[in-house]
């Protein structure tokens, strides 16, 4: 199977294209670095040429409604139309769990990019999973206050990005399915112990601090709104695990 990997250079897309290449799959890595623009769509076409499967695993840094509603609508487009041309029989999204009760925030990009992949032209599969044990890493310093560390109060049950590929190459071999069952973590942990656990683990300093986000979106963090139901499947590793690997300074 030839497979196309949208941010195949990023936390979970660089794990697909090992996965997938693992398993004798032929990968082609759509990202800026291989020539193509997924917001403006250029170098789309002839990438995916030949191309059975687009798994979409694209993401944008942000907390705005707008931005994220800006970047899905113009990547999950693009990406329609051009498979739709190239003729590929599946197109298959990563989603997070809880864009669809709560479409607020990075959610609201989420919740279009769902609108747009089950109206569009291209049998579609779309996965839910929780946040990765590396949203850790990427909230850890993205905003101080002096010394101080601030990240909001909400509640995650992470799960490792490893295994969201792994589950993503399966469900690119099974063919279009709807609603894939969500995938999240073992355990569900506060983010603020997240944090502290990774900047323990790797040096860092500085008091760590949560506040509370206004707003729906800042309460759909706290109160259980972007947790998986009781349906949901689990992955194996628990963050502690995860942490146990990192390299130590």
């Known amino acids: 199977m030839m497979m196309a990997v949208a941010g195949g250079t990023g936390t979970v897309g660089r794990h697909i294209v090992d996965a997938a290449r693992g398993r004798g799959h032929d990968v082609v890595v759509l990202a800026r670095s291989t020539g193509v623009d997924l917001t403006s769509g250029a170098g789309l076409a002839p990438a995916l040429a030949g191309v059975d499967v687009v798994v979409d695993a694209a993401s944008v840094g942000t907390q705005s409604a707008?931005?994220?509603?800006?970047?899905?609508?113009?990547?999950?487009?693009?990406?329609?139309?051009?498979?739709?041309?190239?003729?590929?029989?599946?197109?298959?999204?990563?989603?997070?769990?809880?864009?669809?009760?709560?479409?607020?925030?990075?959610?609201a990009g989420k919740a279009l990019q769902e609108q747009l992949v089950i109206a569009g032209p291209v049998p579609w599969t779309i996965l839910r999973a929780t946040q990765f044990h590396e949203f850790a890493q990427q909230i850890y310093g993205q905003v101080k206050l002096g010394?101080?560390?601030?990240?909001?109060?909400?509640?995650?049950?992470?799960?490792?990005?490893?295994?969201?590929?792994?589950?993503?190459?399966?469900?690119?071999?099974?063919?279009?399915?709807?609603?894939a069952t969500d995938l999240a973590g073992r355990e569900e942990l506060r983010m603020a112990d997240m944090v502290r656990a990774y900047a323990s683990a790797t040096g860092g300093r500085g008091p760590i601090v949560e506040v509370p986000l206004p707003g729906g979106f800042g309460t759909a963090l706290r109160d259980g709104t972007?947790?998986?139901?009781?349906?949901?499947?689990?992955?194996?590793?628990?963050?502690?695990?995860?942490?146990?690997?990192?390299?130590?300074?």
Do not use: C, K
């Not at 139309?81 to 990563?94: D, F, Q, T, Y």
């Not at 049950?157 to 690119?172: C, H, I, K, N, W």
């Not at 972007?226 to 146990?244: H, M, S, V």
């Open 147 to 179: 010394p101080i560390n601030l990240v909001p109060r909400m509640h995650s049950e992470p799960v490792a990005a490893r295994e969201v590929a792994a589950r993503l190459v399966d469900l690119a071999e099974a063919g279009p399915s709807g609603h």
């Open 66 to 107: 707008t931005v994220s509603r800006a970047f899905f609508g113009a990547v999950t487009t693009n990406l329609l139309a051009a498979s739709r041309a190239a003729g590929v029989r599946h197109h298959l999204a990563l989603s997070i769990v809880g864009s669809d009760r709560a479409p607020l925030g990075y959610y």
């Open 226 to 249: 972007i947790l998986a139901g009781p349906a949901a499947d689990r992955g194996t590793q628990t963050f502690a695990e995860w942490i146990a690997q990192l390299p130590r300074r």
